[in-house]
Nanobody, 123 residues
Framework: QVQLVESGGGLVQAGGSLRLSCAASGRTFSNYNLGWFRQAPGKEREFVAAIRWSGGSTYYSDSVSGRFTISRDNAKSTVYLQMRSLKPEDTAVYYC????????????????WGQGTQVTVSS
């Protein structure tokens, strides 16, 4: 089993920045593809960003491209999501996911999920 714990969420003003972290434990981390997803109230979970286990390839949704950056530190078993120029529409619960397979934009490709952290962006 793999346990994932997100942190760093909170309330920020539009245009501000926030950095989310997701720490993993329990299994080998460095070989896992990792992703971030989010879910707003009344909406389905959507893909945000992903990174291959090697760190050489990253992927972003159109809505966050150019504003968000995903990175990983295998020595610390942690994946990050640096969010800049935040907008009210970014408000959602953000989840990290681990052990993604080749289709990293698809939530069904991941085996493990964190509990989520709330991000609220005020106007």
């Amino acid at each position: 089993q793999v346990q994932l714990v997100e942190s760093g969420g909170g309330l920020v003003q539009a245009g501000g920045s926030l950095r989310l972290s997701c720490a993993a434990s329990g299994r080998t981390f460095s070989n896992y593809n990792l992703g971030w997803f989010r879910q707003a109230p009344g909406k389905e979970r959507e893909f945000v960003a992903a990174i291959r286990w090697s760190g050489g390839s990253t992927y972003y949704s159109d809505s966050v491209s150019g504003r968000f950056t995903i990175s990983r530190d295998n020595a610390k078993s942690t994946v990050y999501l640096q969010m800049r120029s935040l907008k009210p529409e970014d408000t959602a619960v953000y989840y990290c996911a681990a052990r993604g397979r080749f289709a990293v934009r698809n939530e069904h490709e991941y085996d493990y999920w964190g509990q989520g952290t709330q991000v609220t962006v005020s106007s």
